[in-house]
């Protein structure tokens, strides 16, 4: 990247995607390891259509090995969402919202387990 003095798009400021959405990522920050803060996050998120967005923020975070494990298992989640949202559309809403309800509550208990896995495989 250029010194220059007009930055380009990499240095622009980012676009907030509301406060809500800002709160919930601050949330997540500041409780990295806490599922529920991830869920609620995410809950928060596919309820606005606001998928891609998270996703962008934890793809960065993914690239931090202390970050890694977790961001990786939110953006599977984050996948299983966006397909679920797809299936919506062609299933109807009702259907979709239900399967989606089921989705979440398996993705949070996927990330439990796995997080138990994590704390006492390096014990």
Request: proline residues 5%.
């Given at each position: 990247?250029?010194?220059?003095?007009?930055?380009?798009?990499?240095?622009?400021?980012?676009?907030?995607?509301?406060?809500?959405?800002?709160?919930?990522?601050?949330?997540?920050?500041?409780?990295?390891?806490?599922?529920?803060?991830?869920?609620?996050?995410?809950e928060?998120?596919?309820?606005?259509?606001?998928?891609?967005?998270?996703?962008?923020?934890?793809?960065?975070?993914?690239?931090?090995?202390?970050?890694?494990?977790?961001a990786?298992?939110?953006?599977?989640?984050?996948?299983?969402?966006?397909?679920?949202?797809?299936?919506?559309t062609r299933?109807?809403?009702?259907?979709?919202?239900?399967?989606?309800?089921?989705?979440?509550?398996?993705?949070?208990?996927?990330?439990?387990?796995?997080?138990?896995?994590?704390?006492y495989?390096?014990?």
């Amino acid at each position: 990247m250029s010194s220059g003095s007009a930055p380009d798009a990499a240095q622009a400021p980012q676009r907030t995607e509301g406060p809500a959405f800002e709160a919930l990522w601050a949330h997540v920050l500041e409780h990295w390891q806490d599922d529920k803060a991830h869920l609620a996050f995410l809950e928060h998120c596919q309820a606005h259509d606001q998928l891609p967005p998270a996703a962008k923020r934890y793809r960065k975070l993914a690239e931090s090995a202390e970050h890694q494990a977790q961001a990786k298992r939110q953006l599977n989640a984050i996948t299983l969402l966006a397909l679920a949202r797809m299936e919506q559309t062609r299933s109807g809403p009702v259907v979709a919202k239900r399967q989606a309800g089921r989705l979440v509550a398996l993705i949070f208990l996927v990330a439990m387990a796995t997080s138990l896995l994590i704390f006492y495989g390096l014990r």
